[in-house]
């Protein structure tokens, strides 16, 4: 029997939680019908971060890779080209310095002084690349509470904004107010919250007076093409105590819109549009996958996965995706049921999932890319439709997509814990 068609009718309980939904699914197994991916291109060890802060920004049509290393004792942001050439390094400790800001120094050389306590280069934050004020940036906050924006052309400093406080948490972009411009919002660990325009003036500053340890999130879905009516915006705000979870909506001014405990912890969240509206997806510690209106802070629905931590990752129109121990979940975004379950690794832990077009066929759905490195391109009904593997790696970070081989067409990047970049091609 071919085994993509083969639906088994379960039930997936959520362990006797209030409010946590019931869905029946299918699951979807994976056979010899996949296209087998093959590495097409990869670059040499780097020290540094896990790879889990890597990102791919846009310039002039070409892609580049940027990630955070280490070179010479010092924090460095780098480019990788396709094809595995570095096309610029910028060391933190120079933009901490002011020597880059607004000019194109972004080659300099890999040295420096910027050091922890106990001598490793100080940290940066997950990289975020967008479009700000026109141009391609990657913007990203030191652990010395920095929030920082790079031209992603050159490597040279847009604006480096001091946060009042530690950081280290990856900053979010776009439309905050509305008015076509994207903004950039992060987040010090002492509970300032900071909105920058273009430049890096302030839009915002407020003090929450509590600990933040999640990225903050800004909500705008009516510049991101989203079929909602893009309405509130705002930054959402997590923070974990010792005893509940707090999620705050923050205005255009910084101001609270509202406030509410969840119903799981979030190891994972990612904001949202749906076909009621915009919503924040919370991936729980506790293995449920929740959703909360961002009109009022309200709880939607509620759905137990499994017994440990799930990641959310893309949604697509309708759906969102979610990985788990050896496993993928597509859930629909109205009411939470389980559309279907994919399972590939044993029980590897699988990273957030991405939504792509990889094949021929140019239908987009998930690739999930698992710890062992495991990769798994899905069409939209869970079907495996290519698969590959980056060898002999450990993977921290969900796929990233460029055209690798100039074909017009993206190939998954896959960025492993010891800073190689390999691109797939089926």
Partial sequence: MDRRVLFASLILLAGGATGVGVALFAFVGV??????????????????????GAVVAETAGDSVVVQSTTAGGERVVRATAVGGDVAWRTPVSAIAAGDLAGEGGGAGADDGGSETADGDPAGISGLVSATVGGDPVV???TDAGELVALDARDGSARFAVDLR?????????????????????????DGTVLAVDAAGDPVFETDLGVTVDRRPLIADFEANGGTG????????????GESETTVRLLDADGDARWTETPAVTPLTWTAVDT???????????????????????????????????????????????VGGAGSVW???????????????????????????????????????????????ALNANGEAV????????????????????GDGSDEVLVVTADGRVLALDD
Wanted: charged share 25%; proline share 7%; aromatic share 4%.
């Fill in 139 to 141: 913007a990203f906050t």
């Fill in 229 to 240: 009516t893009g309405d509130p915006r705002g930054v959402a705000v997590a923070t974990v």
């Fill in 330 to 376: 597509a859930v629909d975004l109205r009411d939470g049921e389980v559309a279907w379950k994919q399972q590939y690794g044993g029980e590897t832990r699988v990273n957030a999932p991405r939504v792509a077009a990889v094949t021929e066929t140019d239908e987009r759905g998930p690739v999930a890319v698992n710890r062992a490195g495991d990769v798994l």
């Fill in 165 to 189: 406080g530690p950081s280290g948490l990856r900053p979010s972009v776009g439309d905050l107010d509305g008015d076509g411009d994207a903004e950039v919002a992060a987040a010090a660990t």
């Fill in 275 to 321: 076909p009621d509206g915009p919503a924040l997806a919370l991936g729980g510690t506790n293995g449920n996958l929740q959703t909360i209106d961002l009109a009022d802070g309200s709880g939607r629905f509620e759905v137990g996965l499994q017994d440990l931590p799930v990641t959310v990752g893309d949604a697509s129109p309708g759906r969102i995706y």
């Fill in 31 to 52: 056979d010899g019908g996949a296209v087998d991916a093959e590495i097409v291109w990869e670059t040499e060890p780097v020290p540094g971060d896990d790879g889990s």
């Fill in 386 to 405: 290519a698969q590959g593997d980056a060898g002999d790696a450990v993977v921290y970070a969900g796929p990233l997509f460029a055209d690798a081989t």
